[in-house]
């Protein structure tokens, strides 16, 4: 019993001296960890560059580079609301107008965010804690590799993680110390962050709420509280204000948010989706550049009236207000599946995996600190500090606040990634308190924290539908390969693909019909188009497909069947209306000419970008 007890008393004595030596030498630790911080950064863009992915841009990298660059040349021309957030895409404008539309000097900037991001989660950890928290939890950001690999690619993660830190040091800061200035600057931080995240929109008007309340409570005067408020107001505005003039003056709707939360409910909410996180569906392409616009003709198809994106947008929320009405038993099962997905320790990535990319950029297969690691001690710190300040109690409240958007519409790493700001200060905490408790021999609050990280890493690991699923990223790494000209070892990826016989197998599946039948295989081309299933969503151009088979063996009007009814599930595809009118031409020019009026229709929905 003595040696057990000299033992904890050793270990005790030990994390004092560490904590003695980060306060000596905080002078010289902070810049050391954000040196630190910066090599890495470098070190993993230069083995990204050896690889295959360096220098092809996946979907929103490319989305955002061609509209930063027809921002740059003068030539962007929309007269719809946005319908991605339009931050990312002005800000990289600013830099090609500077230099040039090459993305290294975006991944350049990414890293300068990434290195800012990890500063002010010091900054955080202090004003929260102590300085040594805010080190230690430095150390963490600086550590944690979904951060150093969304600081060496070319999407927004990186610009949303850092004003959200920004944001979140503010906050703090004011909760703090009143500060007019910096009541100024959060509020501008929170509007900027609103036009790289728009689920950002819940927090705008909790904040103010917060730090009047906490002006209230610390008896300043109402002079004080009011000029708050306005400077508030102020700072929100300007942020804001360009991009709600804009909107404005090209679509005369006063539009806070992008246009597109309403298809992106739907899309996190459809029932017939079984997995818990993001599908594409059948009737509008998993392309950005297409998915928005096909949900708005789809829209409009089903009302019979041509919609606004906004219009459509509400049209897409009543439909899943009203599929919970209808199915609240399968609807509430959903909510269910996407919370345990929120709190799951999988990095399910829209783009990118990041242990299937380490494959590929070894730097990644070192074992940095992952979300598995820092959730539960996380939250448990979160959970005993959350009574004991006004400060833990708002960090929680953002936390849940910002939780409960992901878990309405979908959760991935990089939807996720803001909310390791709160997550990595409070483990910190946490275990600073552990070690505080067994100091004191608090048994009692030493089984709390203790029964409380374990019950969220046992949720983390809970099995989930879907989960572990990397059918896509073979299906990534195969349009890669072929885009490079690597025919044969793409096949063999989309081979892999496809026998894994999940969701995204329908793509691996199009793809090698496409290959065979490129090669003249037909036969193993219709075997393949034969593998998707009616309701998936690759069923459009799967019948696509079969309608250019038909065309090839001269089967005409089996090539019309086959179109038509691609168009039946997808009613927003313009090639399809173009391959039609051509054929009609010959036998029926008068169809001919209906087929290319509904094209032009179409057509005038696709003036986004």
């Known amino acids: ?17 560490i904590t003695n030596l980060f306060d000596k030498h905080s002078n010289l630790l902070l810049p050391a960890i954000l040196f630190l911080a910066l090599i890495l950064r470098i070190v993993a863009i230069l083995d990204l560059s050896n690889s295959d992915y360096f220098n092809f841009l996946l979907w929103d990298e490319k989305l955002y580079h061609t509209w930063a660059t027809k921002i740059a040349d003068g030539t962007f021309q929309s007269s719809s609301v946005y319908e991605f957030a339009p931050l990312p895409a002005y800000l990289m404008a600013l830099i090609y107008k500077i230099l040039s539309s090459d993305i290294l000097y975006i991944r350049i900037l990414n890293i300068i965010f990434g290195v800012f991001t990890c500063y002010l989660v010091y900054l955080i950890g202090k004003e929260v804690a102590n300085r040594t928290t805010g080190l230690v939890a430095c150390l963490i950001a600086c550590l944690y590799k979904p951060f150093i690999f969304y600081s060496i690619v070319p999407l927004k993660t990186s610009l949303s993680v850092f004003l959200f830190a920004l944001t ?5 800061s004011v909760l703090n110390k009143n500060s007019m200035l910096k009541v100024f600057l959060l509020s501008t931080a929170i509007g900027l962050m609103l036009s790289v995240r728009p689920n950002c929109v819940v927090i705008i008007p909790f904040m103010p709420l917060v730090i009047l309340w906490n002006i209230y409570r610390d008896k300043f005067s109402l002079k004080i509280l009011t000029a708050n408020f306005i400077l508030y107001i102020a700072g929100l505005s300007i942020s804001i204000s360009p991009f709600m003039i804009r909107n404005y003056r090209v679509s005369g709707e006063f539009a806070l948010t992008t246009s597109q939360s309403g298809f992106n409910l739907y899309l996190g909410n459809n029932l017939q989706n079984k997995d818990p996180y993001y599908h594409p569906v059948p009737f509008a392409s998993s392309s950005p550049f297409e998915q928005g616009i096909q949900f708005t003709i789809e829209a409009s198809r089903r009302t019979n009236k041509r919609l606004s994106p906004r219009e459509a947008s509400s049209y ?23 919370t345990l997905f929120f709190f799951n320790q999988f990095e399910k990535g829209d783009h990118y995996h990041i242990g299937f990319v380490s494959n590929f950029v070894r730097f990644f297969k070192f074992p940095f600190l992952s979300f598995w690691l820092i959730f539960p001690l996380g939250m448990a710190g979160m959970a005993v500090s959350i009574v004991r300040s006004r400060k833990s109690m708002a960090l929680s409240a953002i936390f849940l606040l910002y939780a409960l958007t992901l878990i309405a519409f979908f959760t991935n790493t990089r939807y996720r990634l803001p909310m390791l700001i709160i997550l990595i200060p409070f483990a910190v905490i946490g275990i600073n308190n552990l070690i505080s408790y067994i100091k004191n021999r608090q048994f009692r609050k030493i089984g709390i924290y203790s029964a409380m990280a374990i019950a969220f890493l046992v949720i983390e690991f809970l099995p989930i539908q879907g989960t ?21 070892e793409a096949i063999q990826y989309w081979e892999i693909s496809s026998r894994m016989n999940k969701a995204p197998s329908v793509f691996a599946n199009l793809s090698l019909a496409g290959k065979y039948y490129s090669k003249g295989d037909i036969q193993k081309a219709v075997y393949c188009l034969d593998k998707i299933p009616d ?35 997808n009613s927003g595809q313009r090639r399809i209306r173009i391959k039609l009118s051509r054929i009609y031409w010959s036998i029926d020019k008068k169809r001919a000419l209906q087929e290319y009026e509904k094209f032009e229709y179409i057509s005038s929905f696709y003036k986004v970008l």
């Open 316 to 338: 897409w929320t009543h439909e899943v207000i009203k599929t919970a009405l209808e199915q609240p038993a399968g609807f509430i099962w959903k909510i269910c599946q996407k």
């Open 535 to 569: 309701d998936s969503y690759a069923a459009a151009l799967k019948y696509e497909m079969i309608g250019d088979i038909m065309m090839h063996r001269r089967q005409i009007k089996k090539a019309i069947t086959a179109y038509e009814r691609s168009l039946v599930i």
């Open 168 to 172: 979140i040091y503010l906050f703090v």
């Open 1 to 17: 019993m003595g040696k057990k007890k000299n033992q904890v008393s050793n270990k005790i004595r030990f994390t004092e001296r």
């Open 468 to 488: 572990g699923d990397m059918t896509a990223y073979y299906n990534t790494h195969a349009i890669i390969l072929d885009s490079k000209g690597f025919k044969d």
